[in-house]
């Protein structure tokens, strides 16, 4: 007797996202092999082995690379991205699809080096034709927060772990001097003298006799003190290996 095939359970709440993983789950062609992998791996029709008590089994059995390779081939038969692997991987093994499943944009961590002194990483945004802007926008967002999470878990830079978000903490620097400060470095490595710095940048000033003008005049703030704080900030920055 031919059982019934129960329909998979989606737990997602968004309209969207619940649509793009019900158009994959629903699809005969998805629900014939994955009635035919259920078989071949021996998963149980009443779910009652967890996703991870599977997972195990299969490992244990050295089948778990089988197993990944009909998981890809099938979402592949269907044209769908990697960003539903997960999705067709819960289906098969828990008829279950929940929200951490399916992320129709996800960070990608490449590594581009394996060598241990010299690590390499690409970061890259996962994205498919079913992906909207604010996805992207969302993980962006998320990186940029754990950057900042990490700047101030890490106060040395040497104590970045070398393979998570190697930019964070070591790459700040205040954007609106940095063109003067690269000036005043290269003035100070040709070993002119601050005090000549000084004299030559306030001589770049444009018009000292106007009104309420020393608050505002970069030419004329600066003191050699300044001159000597920038010239040091940016040495640090360059010279973080
Ligand atoms: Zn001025």
């Not at 998979?8 to 994959?24: E, F, K, P």
């Not at 289906?91 to 010299?118: F, G």
């Not at 970061?123 to 909207?132: D, E, G």
């Not at 802007?133 to 970045?160: A, G, H, M, T």
């Amino acid at each position: 007797m031919k059982m019934a095939i129960k329909r998979i359970n989606i737990t997602i709440r968004t309209n969207r996202q619940y649509g793009d993983v019900a158009i994959l789950v629903d699809r005969p062609k998805f629900l014939k092999r994955m009635v035919e992998l259920r078989n071949k791996y021996s998963i149980d029709p009443t779910f009652k082995e967890t996703y991870l008590e599977f997972i195990f089994r299969l490992q244990t059995a050295r089948k778990y690379r089988d197993f990944e390779k009909d998981i890809t081939n099938l979402r592949r038969s269907l044209d769908f991205p990697s960003n539903f692997s997960r999705v067709v991987e819960k289906a098969i093994i828990c008829n279950e699809v929940s929200n951490k499943d399916y992320k129709s944009a996800y960070l990608e961590e490449i590594p581009t080096s394996n060598d241990p002194e010299s690590p390499d990483t690409k970061y890259a945004i996962i994205i498919s034709s079913l992906t909207l802007k604010k996805d992207v926008d969302e993980v962006f967002d998320n990186f940029k927060s754990d950057l900042k999470i990490n700047k101030e878990k890490y106060k040395e830079p040497s104590e970045i772990d070398y393979h998570s978000f190697l930019l964070g903490p070591k790459f700040e620097y205040e954007k609106s001097k940095i063109k003067r400060d690269r000036e005043w470095y290269w003035q100070e490595k040709s070993s002119k003298q601050y005090k000549d710095i000084l004299e030559d940048w306030n001589k770049k000033c444009p018009d000292p006799s106007l009104d309420n003008h020393y608050d505002a005049c970069k030419h004329c703030v600066a003191d050699q003190n300044k001159i000597e704080q920038a010239v040091s900030r940016y040495k640090k920055l360059i010279n973080l290996s």
